[in-house]
């Protein structure tokens, strides 16, 4: 058996990556979830999981060579496959096309098949992957958009319909917030769920999306099947609120820089296109004031502790051991929590692998009970 290592696709926007580092030698023996390679994209650093149980027997790119996505990286085989077999694989693995179309000149937020509009006036723009399965929905936390599930989204739509918002006041969605409360925003999100047809999700929220994931079950407990919180802002935890008023009022790209890091074990997973582009969006008009009314109205105190209609083995709690941003809450009884070793506040980027194995397991604990909460 012959399995190609390839060169990873992490968000929409990326064309390429660069191999920084080889984790395993040529030759040997490597499993599932071991880390095989170190790549730089423009906006983040991050490691390649194995895939196969095997030898890594070919490193076709070497540290420092840029590869498209698609491209092939390396070789992994069982030890009975011939160097015939793998030299014929090599030769005629096809070589992927470069994009024509610059991410620059991708469609805007503004095209009708990724925006959602709300009876406010407003809207929400959203990014959907996958045609199969139950529904997966992916909520972001404060100052964050969709990039924020770059590592989770696509592996969780070879299974399941995923649709990951940029919640009111971030990303291409609408700016001027009327109401900047967990409940205001959830009541967005239940508006843009409901005119997708979205009628039983799982909700998958990121430190302030997860308050925003347990008002919409608060809110439409018919309509979730279960519920996922990571870092999560939630059940009385507290927030950084230097890290909250430094953020919001970050523009300049140094001071951008220095929120950023905070959220991660090592700052330099943190790239220069990821500062400038959060830089950009802060500089726009009506963030400072959008990101200003939900620290206001949602991150002053200790986070609420809702009476949930969803059953606690319905509940996964994943968080970080390095996490400064998000204190520690109560964990429900009966709920499931996993604390990741090498995770900040990230865990979803930090430690991919891990969160979307345990994400995928939960989902498929619910849909296989068939409950709606």
Not at 5 to 29: D, F, H, I, N, Q
Request: proline letters at 4%.
């Amino acid at each position: 058996m012959i399995w190609a290592v390839t060169m990873p696709t992490w968000g929409l926007s990326m064309e390429e990556g660069t191999l920084v580092a080889w984790r395993v030698a040529e030759g040997c023996r490597t499993s599932i979830g071991d880390e095989l390679v170190e790549i730089e994209t423009a906006k983040i650093a991050n490691r390649l999981e194995t895939q196969h149980d095997g030898v890594l027997r070919r490193q076709v790119v070497k540290p420092g060579q840029t590869a498209l996505c698609g491209e092939l990286l390396g070789v992994i085989a069982t030890d009975e496959t011939a160097e015939a077999a793998i030299d014929d694989f090599i030769a005629r693995y096809p070589k992927p096309q470069q994009a024509t179309t610059r991410a620059d000149d991708a469609p805007s937020s503004s095209d009708s098949t990724l925006v959602v509009e709300l009876s406010s006036g407003g809207w929400l723009r959203y990014v959907t992957l996958g045609r199969h399965g139950s529904a997966v929905v992916l909520l972001h936390g404060f100052g964050g958009d969709s990039d924020t599930w770059v590592f989770n989204q696509g592996p969780i739509a070879e299974h399941h319909r995923t649709f990951a918002f940029d919640l009111p006041g971030h990303g291409g969605s609408s700016r001027q917030l009327q109401d900047g409360s967990i409940n205001g925003l959830a009541n967005s999100i239940g508006h843009g769920m409901e005119r997708l047809g979205l009628e039983r999700v799982h909700l998958v929220g990121h430190s302030v999306g997860a308050a925003i994931a347990l008002g919409l079950c608060v809110q439409h407990p018919e309509r979730i099947a279960s519920v996922s919180l990571i870092a999560p802002f939630a059940f009385g935890s507290q927030a950084n609120q230097r890290y909250v008023s430094d953020f919001t009022s970050a523009h300049r790209s140094r001071d951008v820089q220095r929120c950023l890091a905070m959220l991660f074990v090592d700052p330099k997973s943190v790239r220069r296109q990821m500062v400038e582009a959060v830089a950009r969006y802060k500089r726009l008009d009506g963030v400072h004031e959008a990101l200003g009314k939900i620290a206001a109205g949602v991150l002053r105190e200790r986070a609420p502790t809702p009476e949930l209609k969803t059953p606690a083995d319905r509940l996964l709690l994943i968080r970080g051991m390095h996490d400064n941003i998000v204190s520690d809450g109560q964990t429900p009884v009966g709920a499931r929590l996993e604390t990741l070793l090498h995770s900040g506040h990230m865990p979803q980027m930090e430690e991919p692998g891990q969160v979307n194995a345990l994400l995928l397991d939960h989902f498929a604990d619910a849909d296989r009970a068939g409950v709606r909460v």
